[in-house]
């Protein structure tokens, strides 16, 4: 995909200007360039895409708490008792 379209489609994802985006998704007209995927993969996930513009909520937190839980169990090899592997977890996000 060429720069200008990149900066293009940031912009509007960026900005939340939901109703370009829209604009620019419905009324494409496929020309045979890497846009064209990039614009049916925005159709296929719009809903997702439209949501993430429209609210600030976002899930990276818990996958971030999520993913240090994962480093925990791989780095401990085991907890004898499971309780202190809830003390452990308590520990690392107190």
């Known amino acids: 995909?060429?720069?200008?379209?990149?900066?293009?489609?940031?912009t509007f994802i960026?900005?939340?200007?939901?109703a370009t985006l829209q604009q620019l998704v419905m009324n494409y007209r496929p020309n045979g360039t890497e846009m064209d995927t990039v614009i049916r993969t925005i159709q296929k996930n719009y809903?997702?895409?439209r949501?993430?513009?429209?609210?600030?909520y976002s899930n990276g937190p818990l996958e971030g708490i999520n993913r240090k839980i994962k480093e925990l169990k791989r780095s401990c090899y085991g907890f004898s008792n499971l309780r202190h592997f809830f003390i452990r977890i308590k520990l690392i996000h107190a």
């Open 1 to 10: 995909m060429d720069k200008a379209s990149t900066i293009y489609l940031l």
């Open 14 to 18: 960026r900005n939340r200007d939901r």
């Open 47 to 49: 809903l997702g895409i």
């Open 51 to 56: 949501n993430a513009c429209l609210y600030d």
